[in-house]
T-cell receptor, first 114, second 112 residues
Framework: DTAVSQTPKYLVTQMGNDKSIKCEQN?????MYWYKQDSKKFLKIMFS???????INETVPNRFSPKSPDKAHLNLHINSLELGDSAVYFC?????????????FGEGSWLTVV | AQSVTQLDSQVPVFEEAPVELRCNYS??????LFWYVQYPNQGLQLLLKYLSGSTLVKGINGFEAEFNKSQTSFHLRKPSVHISDTAEYFC??????????FGAGTRLFVKA
């Protein structure tokens, strides 16, 4: 069983469309994240939820809206997609918010906006 | 503010040679340090981490790292690399809060 699974793995869409990426973890973790990795491999945190509560909300356009229906799921919805949104989006989880915890990553969702 | 600097963007090395990937962090408080590896088209996975105690940390796949507080460094080493070690390596730091900061990554390319 995959610990952190996200779908879809690949997504090609046109500018202006709205799309969602779903994420689920079966590790029993309390904390989940969305990271964005750009073409230069730079990894930046976007959001973090702890027990369904938003705890990190970095400087991200409000076209990006995370939703956590329960602590095992954290979905990402993106409105009005732009060319600059093309990136790999990683969902991740950790046991809780303690700083020494390992972060477990999904395999990524490759988003291409054309 | 906390930051992580990986001093080399790319490190080419021949198979069976030793390698060191360099990482420096800036923090005025206690810090947890991590190395993650990302194989092509995959997510990141933990190689090793330093929480406290012994400054030499051993991880998976024969990698080890040494925490040096005076030099604020956490360099990753492997005595003999394999082709399969070709990947992107990320150093990361957390001062105990919600946010783990990642370095820009070092591309290790192992040549036959």
């Amino acid at each position: 069983d995959t610990a952190v699974s996200q779908t879809p793995k690949y997504l090609v869409t046109q500018m202006g469309n709205d799309k969602s990426i779903k994420c689920e973890q079966n590790l029993g973790h309390d904390t989940m994240y969305w990271y964005k990795q750009d073409s230069k491999k730079f990894l930046k945190i976007m959001f973090s939820y702890n027990n369904k509560e938003l705890i990190i909300n970095e400087t991200v356009p409000n076209r990006f809206s995370p939703k956590s229906p329960d602590k095992a799921h954290l979905n990402l919805h993106i409105n009005s997609l732009e060319l600059g949104d093309s990136a790999v989006y990683f969902c991740a989880s950790s046991q809780d918010t303690q700083g020494g915890n390992t972060i477990y990553f999904g395999e990524g969702s490759w988003l291409t906006v054309v | 503010a906390q930051s992580v600097t990986q001093l080399d963007s790319q490190v080419p090395v021949f198979e069976e040679a030793p390698v060191e990937l360099r990482c420096n962090y800036s923090s005025s408080v206690s810090v947890y340090l991590f190395w993650y590896v990302q194989y092509p088209n995959q997510g990141l996975q933990l190689l090793l981490k330093y929480l406290s105690g012994s400054t030499l940390v051993k991880g998976i796949n024969g990698f080890e790292a040494e925490f040096n507080k005076s030099q604020t460094s956490f360099h990753l080493r492997k005595p003999s690399v394999h082709i399969s070690d070709t990947a992107e390596y990320f150093c990361a730091a957390n001062t105990g809060g919600f946010k783990t900061i990642f370095g820009a990554g070092t591309r290790l390319f192992v040549k036959a």
